[in-house]
């Protein structure tokens, strides 16, 4: 299986620190997603990032992929209580037949 | 922004019932999914559909499953017999030519 592994699986910071997550995959990737996912709700895509790159960027996101690694990280700057949520790594190997989905990180930031 | 809708929001079966879960993708997406998580853990990939036909599948959707798109916009997935164990919530996503995944809110299934 190439599903991911998100590290860690829960985080718990202050509002207005920085929240950094951790995937790690198995198998070569056409490109890597993040989601974000609010308590039992469905999964909202946050950003992309292709094979090809290495740094990605969408307001508050920082997104980092090292495919020689198999992982990639997703940095949340000035974190809010809002982005309470479990967020997900996604991957895609080929076409889009398969987007297998990471164990996923919890975070909480406390206000 | 455009949104896939799922039907019902929940449902309860006894087990070995069958049950149908709906869903409409984006009206202009050309690839289906069908995910479960239990619990609010990890998310399983089941299946994806393209062009009237199951793309790839994974160990999960065995013969109990099956998927289909009755008509131009309803993509449905079909659970024959339940069994306990399919107790989750299921979602439906689509994409194509978007490469981000579109979800619905899911229907979560309680097989007693």
């Known amino acids: 299986s190439q599903q991911g592994e998100e590290d860690p699986q829960a985080l718990s910071i202050q509002e207005g620190e920085n929240a950094t997550m951790n995937c790690s995959y198995k198998t070569s990737i056409n490109n890597l997603q993040w989601y974000r996912q609010n308590s039992g709700r469905g999964l909202v895509h946050l950003i992309l990032?292709?094979?090809?790159?290495r740094e990605k960027h969408s307001g508050r996101l920082r997104v980092t992929l090292d495919t020689s690694k198999k992982s990639s990280s997703l940095l949340i700057t000035a974190s809010r209580a809002a982005d309470t949520a479990s967020y997900f790594c996604?991957?895609?190997?080929?076409?889009?037949?398969?987007?297998?989905f990471g164990t996923g990180t919890k975070l909480q930031v406390i206000p | 922004e455009p949104e896939v809708t799922q039907t019902p929001s929940h449902q309860v079966t006894q087990m070995g019932q069958e049950v149908i879960l709906r869903c409409v993708p984006i009206s202009n997406h050309l690839y289906f999914y069908w995910y479960r998580q239990i619990l609010g853990q990890k998310v399983e990939f089941l299946v994806s559909?393209?062009?009237?036909?199951?793309?790839?599948k994974s160990e999960i959707f065995d013969d109990q499953f099956s998927v289909e798109r009755p008509d131009g916009s309803n993509f449905t997935l079909k659970i024959r017999s339940t069994k306990l164990e399919d107790s989750a919530m299921y979602f439906c996503?689509?994409?194509?030519?978007?490469?981000?995944?579109?979800f619905g809110s899911g229907t979560q299934l309680s097989v007693l």
């Open positions: 996503a689509s994409n194509y030519p978007s490469e981000k995944l579109f």
């Open positions: 990032i292709r094979s090809n790159e």
């Open positions: 996604a991957t895609a190997y080929w076409g889009y037949q398969k987007v297998t």
């Open positions: 559909f393209y062009n009237n036909e199951i793309s790839e």
